[in-house]
């Protein structure tokens, strides 16, 4: 599969620039972080990505992708009233069986409660819903924002290994605050600071917190 190209990038809202002569190129077979604090563009960024906001200028090449991407929020939103199962059924447009769903659901959930109603669901297990939903889909372009809220200890192994092993011609974007869980898992990593898209190249040198605090904590 192809690399996702920024050239150039100009985005902004109202008074509010977000991105001015960015760039960027987000690799195939890697998994790259998107580093900022809340209100320097990821959300903005990973709209752009999908397609369902539009540059003010500059270009996205390859960014056909968007139509086999799969975007999965902190809060993605399930239909409460209906099962874990018909939420998987919804969501992967009824491709699937109950046994290919099964197949990849018994990492996250037991069948039994894929039976229950959303409504009852942790924030964990509404998450790990979106996960089998993304696992089924297997997009070319995965954005995940936040991606570790309320999974637990063996959830958050079992994600680790499903990224790495996911990442082989495909490309995945992650964002979060959860430094530790990334670090081990990352190939590249990219600074939103000063409308631009960085891409550091020494962030193992200085790991995923220090890189953020060599760029975002605060200067006496």
Do not use: C
């Amino acid at each position: 599969m192809e690399n996702v190209k920024i050239e150039e990038l100009y985005k902004q809202f109202s008074e509010k620039i977000i991105f001015e002569n960015a760039n960027a190129t987000f690799e195939s077979g890697k998994i790259s972080f998107l580093m900022a604090p809340n209100g320097f563009g990821k959300t903005t960024l990973i709209k752009l990505l999908s397609g369902l906001q539009k540059e003010d200028s500059g270009r996205i090449k390859n960014l056909h992708i968007h139509q086999d991407s799969f975007t999965l929020y902190d809060d993605l939103s399930l239909y409460g009233n209906l099962s874990g199962y018909k939420n998987i059924e919804i969501f992967t447009k009824f491709k699937y069986s109950k046994e290919e769903i099964d197949a990849v659901a018994i990492r996250y959930l037991p069948s039994s409660r894929l039976k229950k109603k959303i409504s009852i669901y942790s924030l964990g297990e509404g998450k790990k819903i979106s996960l089998i939903i993304w696992e089924l889909l297997t997009p070319k372009l995965s954005m995940m924002d936040e991606i570790t809220n309320g999974l637990d200890y063996q959830a958050l192994a079992d994600l680790k290994k499903v990224l790495s092993e996911a990442k082989t011609d495909k490309i995945i974007l992650l964002t979060g605050h959860d430094f530790s869980f990334y670090e081990d898992i990352i190939d590249n990593l990219y600074v939103l600071s000063d409308y631009k898209i960085i891409q550091e190249m020494k962030w193992k040198d200085y790991g995923v917190k220090g890189t953020y605090e060599k760029y975002f904590a605060p200067r006496n």
